[in-house]
């Protein structure tokens, strides 16, 4: 099948040409960039020399070859809206990566983003695309919103107890770190080497444009209203998202239970590995991965449950789970393109 990506030179769009290049069930026939249209590929991003050969084109639909079935939307927020519509109308299937088509209510993105969604009528027809909890209604999709990559942390620590029904919604803090890639490729001051290095900093407390989405998805779970703190920080790294969550169980838990409900919710997912009791996960042993380590332990003297887990921002918090998204609408292997051993 031939695919085309939208956005390929931001560090998400640089992961799915890699990542797709040796896929064995696509080709990669289209790849788009505003700025670098023109460029051989390899010219903006060096480590594709000899192994892609194509050009950047303008991120015009009529450039899209007609043999193109599917697209993945690498661009910003805000801008995927502008035409997926169009690629809808043209019979293309979508996976979109941008936060365009996550939420259910159009008000939320006046409240979180800023911008009035010129195409609300989409929004259920959308299907999230995390596999672990969505696996069923991929099959033969339309349109995928890929999740946030904070999403997909918090998400997978927290699924198998929402999907219980054994969580208190009112004592659950989730503290995430991540590393600078996640900020994008465009350059801002604040990114810059000398303004992050050697320091750990919090940022946007309580307001967080990913919160919404991942209660979203919590309380469909769950069956409940749900409202918790997410407050993200930025590290001096370029890879990785640490979550880690605090809760209280509904009726206090027991270490056995919470083992259970993990093994069972995550029966058969080739990308969750849960780690043994000795382990708690770490950024470096995902880098480079489709993989999600998950751990947690009871603090006995608080009563809470403290979860941790562990993603590569760039691949199952992205590139890579766009990758096993496709993978599940086009009917391959879910492990195709994705069996990569981290890197160390």
Not at 66 to 75: P, S
Not at 153 to 158: D, N, S
Not at 205 to 232: C, K, M
Not at 261 to 287: I, K, S
């Amino acid at each position: 099948m031939k695919v085309a990506i939208l956005g390929a030179t931001g560090y998400t769009g640089s992961e799915l040409v890699r990542l797709l290049h040796q896929h064995p069930g696509v080709e990669l026939a289209f790849i788009s960039s505003r700025g670098d249209a023109g460029s051989p590929y390899y010219r903006v991003h060096p480590q594709f020399y000899q192994a892609v050969g194509l050009a950047l084109q303008p991120p015009a639909l009529e450039l899209i070859p007609d043999a193109v079935e599917l697209i993945f939307c690498a661009l910003p927020h805000g801008r995927s809206v502008e035409v997926v519509p169009a690629l809808l109308d043209a019979g293309k299937q979508v996976i979109d990566l941008s936060a365009d088509f996550r939420l259910r209510d159009p008000g939320l993105y006046k409240d979180w983003y800023g911008w009035t969604h010129s195409a609300p009528e989409l929004l259920e027809r959308a299907v999230y695309g995390l596999p672990e909890i969505n696996r069923e209604a991929l099959p033969g999709a339309a349109l995928v919103a890929n999740p946030g990559c904070f999403p997909t942390g918090a998400l997978l620590a927290l699924a198998p107890l929402a999907a219980a029904g054994v969580v208190d919604w009112a004592s659950v803090v989730i503290d995430a770190k991540t590393g600078v890639s996640g900020a994008g490729r465009t350059a801002r001051p604040a990114f810059h080497f000398p303004e992050c290095a050697e320091s750990v900093k919090a940022y946007r407390i309580g307001d967080h444009q990913h919160t919404p989405e991942i209660e979203q998805i919590l309380g469909e779970l769950s069956g409940e209203t749900v409202t918790l703190n997410f407050t993200p920080h930025l590290v001096p790294m370029i890879r990785g998202i640490l979550s880690t969550v605090y809760l209280r169980l509904q009726g206090g838990g027991t270490p056995e239970q919470v083992a259970g409900l993990f093994g069972e919710f995550y029966e058969g997912d080739p990308f969750v590995r849960l780690l043994p009791a000795e382990q708690l996960p770490e950024t470096r042993y995902v880098r480079g991965s489709n993989c999600c380590d998950l751990g947690w332990r009871f603090d006995r003297r608080s009563g809470r449950l403290v979860i941790v887990s562990a993603i590569d921002n760039l691949v199952k918090g992205a590139a890579g789970q766009a990758v096993q998204n496709m993978n599940l609408l086009l009917g391959y292997s879910e492990e195709s393109g994705l069996a990569q051993v981290p890197l160390f």
